[in-house]
């Protein structure tokens, strides 16, 4: 089966309790919109893998900007559809097969990346070209495994990690702010990432 499938059919399954579940392990987010309002970002924002909306919502509550998300996974965009705000734009589309009229002031993936690691180059690119030329890149994610016995877990749900992610962002864009954090004392690390896509 390609990732893609697996990743809709794997959502499919979890949608239903992924808003109870994810607050237990996909920290970071509270942080993310914080760091957003802080840099008083305004204009356009696209959630790229929005899921069921938990972003966007707080998002919507604590900035001012015009909010757009995509996801693979139809069901989970049934929730978003259903907690969202009607002004919020929401498309089911595969990242790679995204080409809107405009390009944003910011965009943002949250625990996205390492959903298809193999991809991450590749997305990478894609994701560059949907941003304005000084525009900005929020990027949360797994970064580290803290055992053998974690990835082995982690791989089973699909999700691999690996430093590299973060490196790839800091050599395509410029660093304005990261923080590397351990979750449950060191079982895992997760990153938080702020860049600004440069003009060439
Ligand atoms: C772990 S969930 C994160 C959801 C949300 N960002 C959050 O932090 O709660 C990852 C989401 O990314 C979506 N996704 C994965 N690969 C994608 C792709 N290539 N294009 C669009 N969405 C994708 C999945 O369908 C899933 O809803």
Request: aromatic letters at 12%; hydrophobic letters at 35%.
């Amino acid at each position: 089966m390609e990732k893609k499938e697996s990743i809709i059919k794997y959502y499919k399954k979890q949608s239903g309790f992924y808003d109870i579940t994810r607050p237990a392990f996909l920290f970071g987010r509270g942080e993310i919109v914080r760091w957003i309002s802080d840099a008083n970002t305004s204009g356009t924002l696209l959630e790229i893998g929005c899921g069921t909306g938990h972003i966007l919502k707080s998002l919507a509550r604590n900035t001012d900007c015009d909010l757009t998300g995509i996801d693979l996974s139809p069901d989970m965009l049934d929730i978003a559809r259903q907690k969202l705000p009607n002004e919020i734009k929401i498309y089911q589309t595969d990242l790679s097969e995204y080409n809107p009229n405009e390009k944003f002031d910011a965009v943002l993936l949250s625990y996205v990346f390492t959903l298809d690691f193999a991809k991450n180059e590749e997305h990478l690119k894609k994701v560059k070209q949907l941003i304005k030329p000084n525009g900005r890149i929020y990027v949360l994610d797994f970064h580290r495994y803290g055992s053998t016995f974690y990835k082995r877990y982690m791989n089973w749900h699909g999700i691999e990690m690996g430093e590299e992610l973060l490196q790839s962002l800091e050599k395509e864009f410029v660093t304005e702010r990261k923080s590397i954090r351990k979750a449950y004392g060191g079982v895992w690390e997760y990153f938080i990432y702020e860049g600004i896509n440069v003009r060439d």
